[in-house]
Nanobody, 125 residues
């Protein structure tokens, strides 16, 4: 059974940092693009970042570019999202996911087929 488990969320103040982790089990995704998405209350789930299987190429939403860093350790089946200079508008449930489609699109929800249960990030002002 494939599982993605996120951790590392919490309640922080604006300007603080957090590092989210996503560990996969049941199957190795070392050859897949991995992504992070987030969903704020009452809003759609939005793309945050993605990383190619080698880690050589990363993609970011404009809203987090320069503040967030995605990385991966394939030996540990883990993807990370380092979040610096957090803002209240970053408050959301953060999900990791596995891109199961080919092609160059990385920001679409439909490109991803396995999802974690999410971890809550709350940033107070």
């Amino acid at each position: 059974q494939v599982q993605l488990v996120e951790s590392g969320g919490g309640l922080v103040q604006a300007g603080d940092s957090l590092r989210l982790s996503c560990v996969s089990s049941g199957r190795t995704f070392s050859s897949y693009v991995m992504g992070w998405f987030r969903q704020a209350p009452g809003k759609e789930r939005d793309f945050v970042a993605a990383i190619t299987w080698s880690g050589g190429t990363t993609y970011y939403a404009d809203s987090v570019k320069g503040r967030f860093t995605i990385s991966r350790d394939n030996a540990k089946n883990t993807v990370y999202l380092r979040m610096n200079s957090l803002k209240p508008e970053d408050t959301a449930v953060y999900y990791c996911a596995v891109k199961i489609t080919g092609g160059v699109v990385v920001a679409g929800l439909n490109e991803y087929g396995y999802w974690g249960q999410g971890t809550q990030v709350t940033v107070s002002s």
